[in-house]
């Protein structure tokens, strides 16, 4: 584990609260443009104002932090644009081809910088975003380590502007031997947002995996001087979470170590962070869930989506744990680190048919040669034409049949054998299938990216691809 030291921590303290009027508004490096009135500090609404920017930051930055003039309407037209713009641009013109989006997913870390050598992992307490775009929305404290904050706040056009739900897709509320949970208020399909949110606090937690249990526990006063920092209403969000360690660490750690959400790289730090929410943090563990969370470094939320339908009034779970393991071991994990027996259906039900289906899950994955952009088992199949027609579709069907039985939809390598299932029909020139399993990969890409990535294309003209016909059936 990483220590830190306290004395030259001081020097790198920001003051917690947005001060309206601060800053000369010059441009230089490590300080931030001054921001228009559409810009709203904290208890200061519609004044135009900035977070002076008190971080000297001794290595040369590519680029000076910036936080361009602009209302959230040209924010948005500009996301919409790099959206297009990214690797998985789509083309819909009629003369070209659409696009079928390969391989995996894309990545959430592209943002990802090379990081310098010279770095010292020293603390930084600070607040961000650094300015809020709708009266009333939420910062998040953070306790970061030097040069992350330069690197995310020269994203361009950082922060996005972001949008819940309305009306609200969930509650709150006490479930029978769960404690407090989250319950689906309407009914919501797979890939639909459930709710973003601002985190209460955010810290980056170790430059190297290191086991579970382990990975959160900074020194205790690190996290206290991160605590003392929030505004009261969010003091008062943060103590009323659950801590399911009891006095076995002090109260604070026990906090964040039953409700962090591990959000994994941000841009500036090589190692993993993780997050405290109001709400997301309530979600209880299921090893078939059927919700998501994703954090989002442009919007600085984490947004989470339904990756299974969800009922009115059925609760919303998330997955504490490697989900394929057998039983007994994720047992044994949720026992040790979160404190409680999961009485889920595969749990329960004490036979080993869902053990036996996830360790089958699990040796499909390993032994996938499928690459970011390449998936050697549908490039041969298309181009081999000594292998059956059905090929594909029998190995997507099998795999599909036992993550269905399982109830397991989380992750590309999941997501992937709907997208294989999809390009095989599109090839094969089967309409109606293509366009039903087109549609599933385009709900699971977005439950898992927050993007349809390319799929939503696909799913409105699946003959005008450039999988259409690829493996077409000789007369
Ligand atoms: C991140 S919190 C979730 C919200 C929590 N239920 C509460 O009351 O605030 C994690 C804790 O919730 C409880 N929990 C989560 N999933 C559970 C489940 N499937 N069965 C029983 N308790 C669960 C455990 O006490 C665990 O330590």
Not at 220 to 237: H, V
């Amino acid at each position: 584990m990483t220590t830190l030291d306290l004395e030259s921590s001081a020097k790198v303290f920001e003051p917690r609260s947005l001060r309206p009027g601060q800053g000369n508004g010059t441009m230089q490096r490590g300080s931030f443009v001054p921001l228009s009135k559409n810009y709203i500090t904290r208890g200061s609404p519609g004044a135009v104002s900035y977070h002076p920017h008190s971080y000297s930051h001794p290595l040369p930055l590519s680029a000076a932090p910036t936080s361009p003039v602009m209302n959230s309407a040209l924010l948005s037209l500009i996301h919409q644009i790099q959206l297009h713009d990214s690797n998985h641009r789509v083309t819909t013109t009629s003369r070209d081809k659409i696009k079928v989006p390969s391989g995996f997913l894309p990545s959430p870390e592209h943002y990802r910088p090379a990081i310098s050598k010279d770095i010292i992992p020293t603390p930084l307490w600070t607040t961000l975003p650094h300015c809020i775009l709708r009266e009333g929305e939420p910062l998040t404290d953070c306790l970061l380590r030097a040069g992350m904050k330069e690197t995310i706040l020269s994203i361009p056009g950082f922060p996005y502007p972001y949008t819940n739900p309305s009306p609200q897709r969930y509650k709150i509320k006490p479930i029978r031997g769960k404690g407090i949970g989250m319950v689906a208020t309407v009914d919501i399909d797979v890939g639909d947002l459930i709710l973003v949110e601002r985190p209460l606090v955010l810290m980056a937690i170790t430059t190297y995996a290191v086991p579970p249990e382990s990975y959160l526990q900074q020194p205790a006063r690190l996290q206290e001087i991160l605590i003392e920092r929030l505004q009261r209403q969010e003091y008062e969000e943060f103590f009323a979470l659950h801590n399911c360690k009891g006095n076995t660490r002090p109260h604070i750690q026990g906090i964040f170590d039953t409700n962090s959400i591990g959000i994994g790289r941000l841009p500036g730090f090589d190692g993993q962070c993780g997050a405290v929410c109001k709400d997301i943090s309530r979600v209880n563990h299921s090893c078939s869930p059927n919700a998501e969370w994703r954090f989002d470094v442009e919007t600085f939320t984490v947004a989470l989506r339904a990756i299974a339908p969800i009922k009115n009034s059925e609760q919303v779970f998330v997955s504490y744990t490697d989900s394929l393991r057998p039983r007994a071991e994720r047992q044994k994990h949720l026992l040790e680190r979160y404190k409680f027996e999961c009485t889920c259906p595969s749990c329960a039900s004490g036979s080993h048919k869902s053990d036996e289906a996830r360790m089958t899950l699990r040796l499909i994955n390993e032994g996938d040669k499928c690459e970011d952009h390449d998936d050697p088992m549908l490039r041969d199949w298309v181009h081999d034409r000594t292998k059956p027609d059905d090929m594909i579709l029998v190995k997507c069907h099998k795999t599909i049949d036992l993550l269905e039985s399982e109830k397991y939809y989380r992750g590309a390598r999941c997501v992937l054998w709907y997208q294989r299932l999809a390009k095989a029909y599109c090839a094969l020139e089967d309409e109606d299938n293509a366009r039903k399993w087109v549609q599933k990969a385009a709900k699971l890409a977005r439950a898992n990216t927050g993007h349809d990535a390319g799929w939503d294309a696909v799913v409105k003209n699946p003959k005008n691809t450039d999988w259409w016909g690829l493996r077409r059936v000789k007369p």
